[in-house]
């Protein structure tokens, strides 16, 4: 692979040891408070494991289903949320705490945002990993792993279109792009034809000689495929049963009687022979591992310790806060302006006709007299509710089908830089969606100035809409793993939009439900838009024959809903940190899931 010798930043190569001492890894045991026993037990995932990988190992981890391999792999990367005992280090260091990029580990299953292109994706993460691409280095980096990987044809192509295969040759190009010194790679040959499996494992069999470690499991290979790792190890139940060259384990394996036939797949045979079966296969796996522990007292095989310099060294890119928001927001746009279309189709066939509606039904309405009063009350409650509903409904579900993504990149970028630029990208629905409803359903009722009111219309909208785009992040990140968001929203709407005024008295509300007013967005949004109506009605006709209240302007009518008289201030300000109040609970509703680790 040209890819080391390529890029002169690349640090100098020096010997890398990780070592695994006593490594135990089990799942906690789920109990119910109403009932004594567990409704599942603990369970043990990965057995008091002790091992030693050392530089230019290309190692192959074979064992069968639920033998503790994606375990084993995740620890090793320092990934493992799991309870645990042991330590994993690199160097002398514990993995946890290297830089990011130093181990990269390649999951099974690819998570991409599929409206991006090869190239498109690749820049965004060599922007975020290695840095400004405007250096020559880091864009020699770039063409070396797109030139190793074949990558070349597929420049253009969305990440929707792209093959299995294909999907997987870019998973690994984007955990190369750190030039990681241990790669670790969960069946980096999984769903690939014979032709980008030998690829693939080439380019890591290559990788491994320029003096990195490249673990891999792998399920089943192929003879030539198996042939190319030039260490191996076996693990059961759990446990390490060998790690070593081929030889030795063909070596051990016969020290117990078990002997692979002539042209059979040397691979399978391992793994069968170590398969946990109700036969005497379990009493091979015993002898296996007795056997392998005591060649390796026998042979007082140790891992030397070297200078913690190496991991030390290892320069890492961190880029700003305000360029990984940049960045961030960026890809975001580039997704949002391939959705164009979708998104014109649904202004026109959402707002535009709702508008239209709107105005249909409202038509010849006019604040100037007793019956107008409550229509003109119910045309400035509908245009605020659609504006809000429709905003904070479609920013509900963002986080849900971009967690797994976010949770693979942990790291890579801040939560609260995430965050930002999820907000940011849904800053030109709130610009698009209220034009409609301004310009059509007002048009269709009496409003005095009419220019300069629509104007102010539209900037009170403008904000209701960023406020609710707000309420609807916030709302997907606290509830974005209960799957829960669309149930519990509309509970949440409803004494939100009870503070509107539309519904209920404002004034004839008791003084502990304050704080609900004062965080709702729907109140804010009416008072305002309410206020910018009926100041600029000076006189209501009372008939003489009116058996009801009359109400004789829009001062009036201001006072009956109990909307204040500072609105301009009070109503921008409250806008302002609805929004700042829903941001930070989405913030660390997001924060909570990076907690929850690594997405494998």
């Known amino acids: 692979m040209e890819l080391m010798k390529t890029n002169p930043n690349?640090?100098?190569?020096?010997?890398?040891?990780?070592?695994?001492?006593?490594?135990?890894?089990?799942?906690?045991?789920?109990?119910?408070?109403?009932?004594?026993?567990?409704?599942?037990?603990?369970?043990i995932i990965l057995n008091n494991v002790t091992d030693c990988i050392k530089t230019g190992e290309f190692l192959a981890i074979l064992g069968p289903?639920?033998?503790?391999?994606?375990?084993?792999?995740?620890?090793?990367?320092g990934k493992c949320t799991l309870p645990s005992e042991g330590?994993?280090?690199?160097?002398?260091?514990?993995?946890?705490?290297?830089?990011q990029g130093t181990v990269e580990i390649l999951p099974q299953f690819d998570v991409f945002m599929d409206c991006l292109s090869v190239m498109e994706h690749l820049i965004f993460m060599a922007e975020m990993r290695l840095g400004s691409l405007k250096k020559s280095a880091n864009v020699i980096v770039l063409n070396t792993i797109i030139s190793d990987l074949k990558l070349k044809t597929h420049e253009r192509t969305l990440i929707r279109s792209l093959s299995g295969g294909e999907r997987r040759l870019l998973s690994l190009g984007?955990?190369?792009?750190?030039?990681?010194?241990?790669?670790?790679?969960?069946?980096?040959?999984?769903?690939?034809?014979?032709?980008?499996?030998?690829?693939?494992?080439?380019v890591l069999?290559?990788?491994?000689?320029?003096?990195?470690?490249?673990?891999?499991?792998?399920?089943?290979?192929?003879?030539?495929?198996?042939?190319?790792?030039?260490?191996?190890?076996?693990?059961?139940?759990?446990?390490?049963?060998?790690?070593?060259?081929?030889?030795?384990?063909?070596?051990?394996?016969?020290?117990?009687?078990?002997?692979?036939?002539?042209?059979y797949n040397t691979a399978e045979f391992f793994i069968k022979a170590v398969s946990s079966n109700p036969t005497s296969n379990e009493n091979d796996v015993d002898?296996?591992?007795?056997?392998?522990?005591?060649?390796?007292?026998?042979?007082?095989?140790?891992?030397?310790?070297?200078?913690?310099?190496a991991t030390s060294q290892f320069q890492v890119c961190k880029r700003g806060w305000a360029r990984q928001v940049q960045i961030l927001l960026w890809r975001f746009w580039i997704c949002l302006r391939r959705n164009t279309t979708f998104l014109v189709m649904s202004?026109?066939?959402?707002?535009?006709?709702?508008?239209?509606?709107?105005?249909?039904?409202?038509?010849?309405?006019?604040?100037?007299?007793?019956?107008?009063?409550?229509?003109?009350?119910?045309?400035?409650w509908v245009i605020c509710s659609e504006v809000s509903f429709s905003l904070s409904y479609s920013a509900l579900f963002a986080f849900e089908n971009e967690l797994s993504l976010f949770k693979r990149e942990v790291g890579m970028y801040g939560v609260s830089a995430y965050f930002i630029a999820r907000f940011l990208s849904e800053i030109p629905r709130c610009i698009i969606l209220p034009i409609p409803y301004v310009t059509i359903a007002t048009s269709a009722v009496y409003m005095p100035n009419y220019t300069l009111t629509a104007l102010e219309f539209y900037v009170t909208l403008f904000l209701t809409g960023m406020a609710s785009t707000a309420y609807g992040l916030g709302m997907g990140a606290i509830f974005i793993s209960s799957g829960l968001m669309g149930d519990v929203m509309p509970c949440a709407d409803l004494p939100l939009f009870l503070m509107s005024g539309a519904f209920l008295r404002i004034s004839s509300l008791p003084i502990w439900l304050y704080p609900v007013k004062y965080s709702s967005h729907?109140?804010?949004?009416?008072?305002?838009?309410?206020?910018?109506?009926?100041?600029?009605?000076?006189?209501?006709?009372?008939?003489?024959?009116?058996?009801?209240?009359?109400?004789?302007?829009?001062?009036?009518v201001l006072m009956e809903n109990g909307y204040s008289s500072h609105f301009v201030v009070q109503d921008a300000l409250g806008l302002l940190l609805v929004a700042i109040m829903w941001c930070l609970l989405g913030y660390y509703g997001l924060k909570r899931e990076k907690g929850k680790g690594y997405a494998y």
């Open 65 to 77: 289903s639920g033998a503790g391999k994606t375990t084993f792999l995740v620890s090793l990367a």
């Open 10 to 43: 690349s640090p100098r190569c020096e010997e890398v040891i990780m070592k695994v001492e006593k490594l135990k890894v089990w799942t906690s045991e789920e109990k119910r408070w109403w009932k004594r026993k567990p409704s599942k037990p603990k369970t």
């Open 287 to 309: 002898r296996i591992l007795e056997n392998y522990r005591n060649r390796l007292n026998a042979s007082n095989e140790t891992c030397c310790e070297t200078s913690s310099a």
């Open 347 to 380: 202004l026109l066939l959402s707002t535009i006709i709702g508008a239209v509606v709107i105005g249909t039904c409202f038509a010849g309405s006019t604040g100037t007299t007793q019956r107008g009063v409550q229509n003109l009350r119910g045309l400035l």
């Open 205 to 263: 069999k290559n990788l491994s000689k320029t003096g990195k470690i490249v673990i891999c499991s792998v399920h089943q290979p192929s003879s030539d495929l198996f042939k190319e790792f030039n260490s191996i190890s076996l693990m059961s139940e759990g446990k390490l049963l060998f790690h070593g060259t081929h030889d030795d384990c063909r070596i051990l394996f016969e020290s117990v009687n078990l002997h692979c036939p002539k042209n």
């Open 87 to 99: 330590v994993v280090t690199v160097n002398g260091r514990n993995v946890n705490d290297l830089p």
């Open 522 to 556: 729907f109140y804010y949004a009416m008072d305002a838009i309410s206020n910018i109506y009926w100041r600029q009605i000076g006189e209501i006709d009372c008939p003489t024959n009116i058996t009801s209240n009359c109400l004789k302007d829009g001062t009036a």
């Open 174 to 202: 984007s955990s190369l792009l750190s030039i990681p010194k241990i790669l670790i790679c969960d069946e980096p040959t999984s769903g690939l034809d014979s032709y980008n499996a030998s690829l693939v494992v080439g």
